[in-house]
């Protein structure tokens, strides 16, 4: 980390333990932190807090094995960094040998913030192998759900409380993720129906950095999102909406991580829409199917509305 001030380190003779007793504000660094994630989280951090509780303040530290982080920080970012975050298991132990080692040597506070997100469970279990239910990103992908959709459902609780990882609830991210995107293939398709609806693609971006900056409360911001989507498919963007329609789409990949963008279709499924409109207009319903069939084969599916039909992306 860099030369030590004394009087904070020194070593028995024998032992590979340091000595902490003259760092007085030892463990005291994530303490706001522990105090408030046992306030707010249902589980997990109130044990946490009394294991910090009595965590070493003037007796024998841990060994010298968190030092590499503490180095990698004060050598990549400098003495002091804004945010720090990490899981509650690292509270006690991890964290605040962090904050003595670099403090010790700095005299400055080592990070401004501390974040720490709970656990994830499976099934509503801890991950054991015994168990057999620790799956893996790949699995994910081999059951053909997206990273996006991991993303989306992970984001659905906040960090501060245990998640539950289930195969029903991450089915249910990658539904939410689809319903964006059938969202945004909506601005390939502005429609002249004098809606206008700018004002409310605005203050939901408003909404949204709100919750964001308000302890990251993503929940809020994703059930903002759903509103706003849901309003859209029902209404549809307008012509005068398109723009915001856009910004809106890049504003979630900006604020949340998760491309919702669509591509638009090619010139030619867009003639077999407009075919599929003429054979229902003339009430030819079998070439109507036939070309709805056509369109699912190339991975568009189509939702007639009183407006024409609108296409979206099969997932």
Request: net charge negative; proline share 3%.
């Amino acid at each position: 980390v860099g030369e030590t001030r004394a009087p904070h380190s020194s070593r028995m003779q024998g032992s590979d333990e340091q000595r902490t007793e003259p760092y007085q504000q030892y463990g005291e660094g994530v303490a706001q932190s522990v105090t408030q994630q046992a306030a707010e989280s249902r589980s997990g951090a109130a044990g946490f807090a009394g294991r910090q509780g009595a965590a070493v303040r003037g007796s024998w530290g841990f060994p010298g094995w968190h030092l590499e982080c503490s180095v990698i920080a004060r050598e990549t970012l400098g003495d002091q960094i804004d945010i720090h975050t990490g899981g509650i298991d690292h509270i006690p132990v991890h964290h605040i040998n962090e904050i003595a080692q670099t403090e010790a040597v700095t005299g400055k506070p080592f990070s401004q913030f501390w974040v720490h997100n709970n656990h994830l469970k499976a099934d509503g279990q801890k991950m054991s192998k015994s168990l057999g239910n620790i799956y893996t990103l790949q699995d994910m992908l081999d059951k053909g759900y997206t990273m996006a959709a991991f993303r989306v459902f992970a984001l659905g609780k906040h960090y501060r409380t245990e998640g539950n990882f289930t195969w029903d609830n991450l089915e249910a991210a990658q539904n939410r993720l689809n319903n964006w995107r059938e969202f945004a293939a909506l601005v390939w398709q502005a429609k002249r129906t004098g809606n206008n609806f700018t004002t409310s693609f605005v203050h939901t971006e408003e909404r949204i950095a709100r919750s964001l900056q308000d302890d990251l409360n993503t929940p809020l911001a994703i059930a903002d999102i759903d509103a706003l989507t849901k309003n859209m498919l029902d209404n549809l963007v307008s012509v005068s909406d398109e723009a915001a329609a856009k910004h809106f789409v890049e504003y979630i990949q900006t604020s949340l991580g998760i491309d919702i963008s669509a591509p638009d279709i090619t010139d030619d499924q867009k003639q077999l829409i407009a075919a599929r409109e003429q054979a229902r207009e003339t009430k030819d319903w079998a070439k109507s199917d036939e070309l709805r069939d056509t369109l699912l084969e190339q991975g568009i599916g189509l939702r007639d509305t009183p407006s024409g039909a609108i296409w979206y992306h099969q997932a």
